[in-house]
Protein backbone atom coordinates (compact mmCIF):
# COMPACT_ATOMS: atom_id res chain seq x y z
CA UNK A 1 0.00 0.00 0.00
CA UNK A 2 1.28 3.29 -1.09
CA UNK A 3 0.49 6.53 0.46
CA UNK A 4 1.16 10.10 -1.45
CA UNK A 5 0.57 13.39 0.68
CA UNK A 6 0.59 16.31 -0.83
CA UNK A 7 0.25 20.59 0.85
CA UNK A 8 0.83 19.66 4.27
CA UNK A 9 1.86 23.27 3.78
CA UNK A 10 -1.00 25.44 3.02
CA UNK A 11 1.96 27.70 0.93
CA UNK A 12 2.64 24.85 -1.49
CA UNK A 13 0.12 24.70 -3.54
CA UNK A 14 1.37 23.96 -6.96
CA UNK A 15 1.35 20.09 -6.02
CA UNK A 16 -2.37 20.07 -6.55
CA UNK A 17 -2.31 20.76 -9.67
CA UNK A 18 0.10 18.53 -10.76
CA UNK A 19 -1.74 15.72 -8.88
CA UNK A 20 -5.19 17.21 -10.19
CA UNK A 21 -4.06 16.53 -13.79
CA UNK A 22 -2.23 13.30 -13.07
CA UNK A 23 -5.28 11.86 -11.57
CA UNK A 24 -7.42 12.41 -14.94
CA UNK A 25 -4.90 9.78 -16.45
CA UNK A 26 -3.69 8.05 -13.82
CA UNK A 27 -4.97 3.80 -13.71
CA UNK A 28 -3.82 2.26 -11.21
CA UNK A 29 -3.50 -1.36 -11.84
CA UNK A 30 -2.05 -3.11 -8.84
CA UNK A 31 -2.45 -2.78 -4.94
CA UNK A 32 -3.94 0.21 -3.29
CA UNK A 33 -2.80 3.91 -3.46
CA UNK A 34 -3.87 6.55 -1.32
CA UNK A 35 -3.95 10.22 -1.67
CA UNK A 36 -3.72 13.01 1.30
CA UNK A 37 -4.46 16.65 0.73
CA UNK A 38 -3.07 17.23 4.52
CA UNK A 39 -3.95 20.50 5.40
CA UNK A 40 -7.01 21.93 3.65
CA UNK A 41 -7.70 25.02 6.37
CA UNK A 42 -3.85 26.16 5.78
CA UNK A 43 -4.73 26.13 2.21
CA UNK A 44 -7.55 28.15 2.05
CA UNK A 45 -5.58 30.83 4.20
CA UNK A 46 -2.77 30.31 1.85
CA UNK A 47 -0.61 29.80 4.88
CA UNK A 48 2.16 27.34 5.94
CA UNK A 49 0.44 26.22 9.02
CA UNK A 50 -2.45 28.02 10.94
CA UNK A 51 -1.72 27.25 14.90
CA UNK A 52 1.39 24.89 14.65
CA UNK A 53 3.29 23.40 11.86
CA UNK A 54 2.00 19.97 10.55
CA UNK A 55 4.77 18.75 9.25
CA UNK A 56 5.92 18.69 13.23
CA UNK A 57 2.92 17.82 14.56
CA UNK A 58 2.96 13.70 14.43
CA UNK A 59 3.77 13.65 18.38
CA UNK A 60 2.48 10.26 20.44
CA UNK A 61 0.04 12.50 22.17
CA UNK A 62 -1.68 14.63 20.17
CA UNK A 63 -3.83 16.30 22.81
CA UNK A 64 -1.10 18.97 23.17
CA UNK A 65 -2.17 20.27 20.06
CA UNK A 66 -4.49 22.74 19.18
CA UNK A 67 -8.11 21.15 18.08
CA UNK A 68 -7.89 21.97 14.09
CA UNK A 69 -4.18 20.03 14.04
CA UNK A 70 -5.14 17.12 16.40
CA UNK A 71 -7.95 16.31 13.96
CA UNK A 72 -5.42 16.68 11.02
CA UNK A 73 -2.62 14.63 12.23
CA UNK A 74 -5.20 11.84 14.01
CA UNK A 75 -6.67 10.71 10.37
CA UNK A 76 -3.33 11.30 8.80
CA UNK A 77 -1.33 8.67 11.25
CA UNK A 78 -4.41 6.29 10.73
CA UNK A 79 -3.94 6.13 6.98
CA UNK A 80 0.14 6.18 7.07
CA UNK A 81 -0.32 3.36 9.79
CA UNK A 82 -1.63 1.02 7.73
CA UNK A 83 0.48 2.20 4.51
CA UNK A 84 4.08 0.73 3.31
CA UNK A 85 5.29 3.49 1.47
CA UNK A 86 4.63 7.26 2.16
CA UNK A 87 5.36 9.86 -0.76
CA UNK A 88 5.43 13.26 0.28
CA UNK A 89 5.52 15.93 -1.94
CA UNK A 90 7.12 19.52 -1.37
CA UNK A 91 8.19 22.56 -3.22
CA UNK A 92 9.68 25.88 -2.23
CA UNK A 93 9.48 29.50 -2.16
CA UNK A 94 13.15 30.11 -2.47
CA UNK A 95 14.63 30.40 -5.78
CA UNK A 96 17.09 28.59 -7.60
CA UNK A 97 16.80 26.12 -5.15
CA UNK A 98 17.66 22.43 -7.11
CA UNK A 99 15.45 19.67 -6.98
CA UNK A 100 16.48 16.94 -4.66
CA UNK A 101 14.93 14.45 -2.53
CA UNK A 102 15.07 13.29 1.13
CA UNK A 103 15.49 9.57 2.49
CA UNK A 104 16.84 6.77 4.21
CA UNK A 105 16.45 4.42 1.49
CA UNK A 106 19.18 6.30 -0.91
CA UNK A 107 20.28 2.79 -2.23
CA UNK A 108 16.53 1.53 -3.15
CA UNK A 109 14.48 4.55 -4.05
CA UNK A 110 17.06 7.68 -4.92
CA UNK A 111 18.00 6.88 -8.49
CA UNK A 112 13.84 6.33 -9.40
CA UNK A 113 14.23 10.43 -9.42
CA UNK A 114 15.68 12.82 -11.81
CA UNK A 115 17.21 15.16 -9.17
CA UNK A 116 20.86 16.39 -8.13
CA UNK A 117 21.29 15.39 -4.65
CA UNK A 118 19.43 12.54 -1.55
CA UNK A 119 19.53 13.99 1.49
CA UNK A 120 19.65 11.72 4.56
CA UNK A 121 19.76 11.43 8.24
CA UNK A 122 16.79 14.62 8.16
CA UNK A 123 14.78 12.37 10.08
CA UNK A 124 17.18 13.33 13.31
CA UNK A 125 16.89 17.24 12.18
CA UNK A 126 12.82 17.18 11.92
CA UNK A 127 11.39 15.35 15.01
CA UNK A 128 7.91 14.98 14.71
CA UNK A 129 7.49 15.36 11.05
CA UNK A 130 5.96 12.85 8.54
CA UNK A 131 9.16 11.60 7.83
CA UNK A 132 10.31 10.58 11.13
CA UNK A 133 7.17 9.42 12.03
CA UNK A 134 7.36 6.78 9.24
CA UNK A 135 10.85 6.14 10.56
CA UNK A 136 9.76 5.93 14.21
CA UNK A 137 7.80 2.96 12.82
CA UNK A 138 10.55 1.73 10.47
CA UNK A 139 8.52 2.24 7.66
CA UNK A 140 9.68 3.64 4.21
CA UNK A 141 9.63 7.61 3.14
CA UNK A 142 10.67 9.67 0.43
CA UNK A 143 10.24 13.55 0.61
CA UNK A 144 10.61 15.31 -2.85
CA UNK A 145 11.60 18.67 -3.15
CA UNK A 146 10.77 20.21 -6.50
CA UNK A 147 12.44 23.62 -6.10
CA UNK A 148 10.29 26.19 -6.30
CA UNK A 149 7.29 25.77 -8.64
CA UNK A 150 4.61 28.16 -10.63
CA UNK A 151 2.00 27.44 -13.11
CA UNK A 152 4.56 29.02 -15.43
CA UNK A 153 7.57 26.85 -14.49
CA UNK A 154 6.11 23.73 -16.74
CA UNK A 155 9.78 21.94 -16.31
CA UNK A 156 8.96 21.55 -12.86
CA UNK A 157 5.59 20.82 -12.94
CA UNK A 158 6.64 17.79 -15.19
CA UNK A 159 9.40 16.66 -12.68
CA UNK A 160 6.70 16.02 -10.50
CA UNK A 161 4.40 14.79 -12.34
CA UNK A 162 6.86 12.22 -13.95
CA UNK A 163 8.09 11.42 -10.80
CA UNK A 164 4.90 10.38 -9.24
CA UNK A 165 4.40 7.72 -12.30
CA UNK A 166 8.18 6.32 -12.22
CA UNK A 167 7.71 6.12 -8.43
CA UNK A 168 4.08 4.04 -9.02
CA UNK A 169 5.70 1.84 -11.87
CA UNK A 170 8.26 1.03 -9.59
CA UNK A 171 5.99 -0.22 -6.77
CA UNK A 172 4.09 -2.45 -9.07
CA UNK A 173 1.12 -0.15 -8.84
CA UNK A 174 0.96 0.54 -12.57
CA UNK A 175 2.15 -2.27 -14.29
CA UNK A 176 3.19 -3.02 -17.63
CA UNK A 177 5.32 0.19 -17.86
CA UNK A 178 9.03 0.22 -17.45
CA UNK A 179 10.63 2.95 -14.76
CA UNK A 180 13.57 4.88 -15.20
CA UNK A 181 16.59 5.01 -13.36
CA UNK A 182 18.96 7.94 -12.82
CA UNK A 183 22.51 8.21 -11.65
CA UNK A 184 25.11 10.25 -10.51
CA UNK A 185 22.95 11.35 -7.83
CA UNK A 186 24.98 12.79 -5.11
CA UNK A 187 24.52 11.72 -0.90
CA UNK A 188 24.46 14.00 1.49
CA UNK A 189 24.58 13.24 5.15
CA UNK A 190 22.86 16.06 7.91
CA UNK A 191 24.52 16.10 10.81
CA UNK A 192 23.88 19.74 12.64
CA UNK A 193 20.73 22.08 13.08
CA UNK A 194 20.45 25.50 14.64
CA UNK A 195 17.13 25.93 16.47
CA UNK A 196 16.69 29.42 17.33
CA UNK A 197 16.91 30.51 20.96
CA UNK A 198 14.97 33.52 21.27
CA UNK A 199 14.19 35.05 17.62
CA UNK A 200 16.60 34.21 14.74
CA UNK A 201 17.02 37.01 11.82
CA UNK A 202 19.05 35.34 8.75
CA UNK A 203 22.07 37.49 8.32
CA UNK A 204 21.79 37.51 4.58
CA UNK A 205 19.66 34.83 2.45
CA UNK A 206 21.25 31.63 1.67
CA UNK A 207 20.27 29.50 -1.00
CA UNK A 208 19.46 25.93 -0.48
CA UNK A 209 23.12 23.83 -0.70
CA UNK A 210 25.01 26.87 -0.38
CA UNK A 211 28.43 27.00 0.71
CA UNK A 212 29.54 28.24 4.10
CA UNK A 213 32.77 28.81 5.79
CA UNK A 214 33.68 28.14 9.36
CA UNK A 215 32.73 31.20 11.13
CA UNK A 216 30.72 32.94 8.75
CA UNK A 217 27.78 34.89 10.44
CA UNK A 218 25.05 33.13 9.80
CA UNK A 219 22.61 35.59 11.35
CA UNK A 220 21.44 37.19 15.13
CA UNK A 221 19.59 35.40 18.00
CA UNK A 222 18.26 37.87 19.95
CA UNK A 223 21.35 39.35 21.06
CA UNK A 224 23.66 36.64 20.00
CA UNK A 225 25.46 36.54 16.90
CA UNK A 226 25.43 33.20 15.05
CA UNK A 227 28.14 31.34 13.35
CA UNK A 228 28.63 28.31 11.15
CA UNK A 229 30.59 25.96 13.56
CA UNK A 230 32.46 24.26 10.36
CA UNK A 231 32.54 24.63 6.86
CA UNK A 232 30.08 22.89 5.22
CA UNK A 233 26.41 23.90 3.09
CA UNK A 234 23.11 25.24 4.35
CA UNK A 235 19.85 24.03 3.55
CA UNK A 236 16.69 24.97 4.88
CA UNK A 237 17.51 28.54 6.35
CA UNK A 238 14.69 30.17 7.76
CA UNK A 239 14.12 33.08 9.95
CA UNK A 240 12.18 32.64 13.26
CA UNK A 241 9.90 34.45 15.90
CA UNK A 242 10.05 32.61 18.66
CA UNK A 243 12.12 30.28 20.56
CA UNK A 244 12.72 25.99 19.27
CA UNK A 245 12.51 26.85 15.45
CA UNK A 246 14.86 25.24 12.92
CA UNK A 247 16.30 27.99 11.21
CA UNK A 248 19.03 25.77 9.10
CA UNK A 249 20.58 22.76 8.59
CA UNK A 250 24.18 21.96 7.56
CA UNK A 251 26.60 19.64 6.75
CA UNK A 252 30.43 18.86 6.42
CA UNK A 253 32.39 19.80 3.13
CA UNK A 254 33.32 16.47 2.10
Known sequence: KVTIMWWIHGNEPTWYNTISRLLNTLQIDCWEVILIIANPEAIKANKRYLNQDLNRSFTNNTNTLDPYEKVCIDTIKQELDNTDILLDLHNTVKNNSPRFILTEEQKTYSSLFNVKYVVTWIHKTHPNSSDEYMYRNKKIWICIECGRIKDSEISNLNFAKESVLNFLCFTGNISDTPYKQYDN?????VDY?????????????????EKVEIGEIMGRDGDRTIVA????????????????????????TQ
Open 185 to 189: IKSIH
Open 229 to 252: PYTGHILFAWEAKHPGAECFLLWK
Open 193 to 209: IYTSKKNFALHKVFNDF
